[in-house]
């Protein structure tokens, strides 16, 4: 890392920045749902809703068939399983080089557990096996275009047998080979999920073939990734770096040190934190700007030290047990309460101290702009939080 004589940038810049880079302001915001999943690097997919709601609080006009479009339609924007072992909607350009630095590692890994799992758990399954029931799963979708795990299954018996796990234990379950088989592929690359059948909250998707990407060299592309990353997060730490990627500490300092990383002071006494060359000087303070984010939303979920736009005491209303985020409420770059939507349609939200008229004001238009593109949809978090479930009771 090259360094510089640590140039300071303060936790105001840092909020500026995610504001501006992260188009949270709202004359900052984009007409494409390409563009705001360029601007966080990947909307967050564990949830259904997330990519929606992420990419529409970002978008000028918002709406769920913009994001359908980039989804089904011109499937510029594409689901993987890659950074942390998460799944993340990257587009099409930069899938190659999430497919390099994560999801690939994460295939090979899933390959591996798979195979365990069917020797242990399952009867008459080899790694020839497995591969052959590929074949033929690809070999329908060719045909096909496109069809759910059940369908699959119909003309693939080998993806109706299940695995009986933990047997004896309280947590004992099946699982269908099928529904991992799907799993792995998807994240080998051969497969994506295709439009759901239902609403776009819902998680019964069939799957479609898709065209290998180019084999990229791994470093080549992780590189890449931490470059996009520190553009649009950056300064961040070498931990937030690793955290936000799952990688091993020595990849990302190998990375931080390809892109020609910078170090700069950060405030409070914080470890110091790299921001791409050129990029250490002060950007222009956004208007002021509200802004309802979904659970998992890239813009809480982008450091792994967050006190710089979220309160520790806030993190036990706001968070899971297992580290999910749930909504959040921001005003100017800081996480400023939560929110939720009640099964009648209203979008409600609690602050969690005073922060003016103006915030308040700012708030709830940005709850009314949500309600108006929302509809009749009604959103429930998969997974929730106190602060959450407290609102929607």
């Not at 705001?36 to 609080?57: I, K, N």
């Not at 759910?148 to 993806?159: D, I, N, R």
């Not at 708030?363 to 949500?370: D, M, P, S």
Request: charged letters at 25%.
């Amino acid at each position: 890392m090259v360094s510089t004589g640590a140039v300071p940038v303060g936790d105001g810049q840092r909020r500026a920045r995610l504001g501006l880079r992260q188009l949270l302001a709202s004359a900052g915001r984009v007409a494409r749902v390409e563009e705001a999943a360029d601007a966080v690097v990947g909307l967050h997919a564990s949830d259904p809703a997330t990519v929606y709601l992420s990419a529409c609080a970002r978008l000028r006009e918002p709406s769920a068939g913009e994001v359908e479009r980039a989804l089904y339609e011109d499937v510029s924007l594409v689901k993987l399983l890659s950074m942390r072992r998460t799944l993340f909607a990257v587009t099409e350009e930069f899938a190659p080089y999430v497919s390099a630095a994560a999801a690939r590692p994460i295939a090979v890994k899933e390959r591996a557990t798979l195979l365990k799992h069917l020797g242990e758990f399952a009867e008459g399954w080899s790694e020839a096996r497995l591969a052959e029931t590929e074949r033929a799963v690809l070999a329908v979708l060719a045909a096909r275009g496109e069809a759910t795990t059940a369908e699959l299954g119909a003309e693939v018996p080998a993806l109706r047998e299940t695995m009986l796990m933990a047997v004896g234990k309280p947590y004992e379950a099946k699982q269908s080979v099928g529904s991992r088989l799907l799993r792995l592929l998807a994240s080998d690359g051969h497969v994506r999920r295709s439009r759901p059948r239902g609403s776009w909250l819902s998680s019964s998707y069939p799957w479609a073939p898709v065209e290998q990407w180019p084999e990229l060299p791994a470093r080549e592309a992780k590189a890449e990734v931490v470059r996009r990353w520190l553009a649009r997060y950056g300064p961040g730490t070498v931990e937030d770096v690793k955290w936000w990627t799952g990688w091993t500490l020595g990849d990302v300092r190998r990375a931080l040190a390809d892109v020609g990383a910078v170090e700069v002071a950060l405030s409070g006494g914080a470890a110091a934190g790299s921001v791409l060359p050129g990029d250490e000087g002060p950007v222009a303070e956004p208007e002021p700007w509200a802004a309802l984010l979904p659970g998992l939303d890239p813009a809480v979920m982008g450091w792994r030290g967050r006190d710089w736009y979220l309160w520790p005491e806030d993190v036990p209303a706001l968070f899971d047990r297992a580290g999910n985020a749930g909504p959040t409420v921001w005003w100017c770059g800081r996480v400023v309460g939560g929110w939720a939507q009640r099964a009648d349609g209203e979008v409600v939200w609690r602050l969690f101290g005073d922060v003016g008229a103006e915030a308040v004001a700012a708030v709830g238009a940005e709850a009314e702009r949500l309600v108006g593109w929302l509809g009749e949809v009604r959103v429930t978090p998969r997974f929730r939080t106190p602060l959450e479930r407290e609102l929607v009771a």
